[in-house]
């Protein structure tokens, strides 16, 4: 059983930055995806960082502004957000399974409760 707890969520406006963090109950070799869900929309991957080798995977609405990262002495998986939209307002929840390929299939064993990301000005 994996527990996951996200932190990190706020407001921020439009351009700024936030960094996420997934507290892990035990990092070990599992993947550990972001995911965001805006009010009246369905849930969407945005990232995935690889248990074994660390390869990253992005969605290409953040490509180039997000980074994923992890520190497994603190078993945290970080997700730096730069230069915010108003469209990357969601609650983001962070998810773990034992690859990233079932990030592909919005379908990931583990989940957080999330933490809400607001970008306004």
């Known amino acids: 059983q994996l527990e996951l707890v996200e932190s990190g969520g706020g407001l921020v406006q439009p351009g700024g930055s936030l960094r996420l963090s997934c507290k892990a109950s035990?990092?070990?070799?599992?993947?550990i995806a972001w995911f965001r869900q805006a009010p009246g929309k369905e849930r969407e991957g945005v990232s995935c960082i690889g248990g074994n080798d660390g390869s990253t995977l992005y969605a290409n609405s953040v490509k180039g502004r997000f980074t994923i990262s992890k520190d497994n002495a603190k078993n945290t998986v970080y997700l730096e957000m730069n230069n915010l939209k108003p469209e990357d307002t969601a609650v983001y929840y962070c998810?773990?399974?034992?690859?990233?390929?079932?990030?592909?299939?919005?379908?990931?064993?583990?989940w957080g409760k999330g933490t809400l990301v607001t970008v306004s000005s």
């Open positions: 998810a773990g399974d034992f690859t990233c390929g079932s990030w592909y299939h919005n379908a990931m064993e583990y």
């Open positions: 035990a990092l070990g070799y599992y993947a």
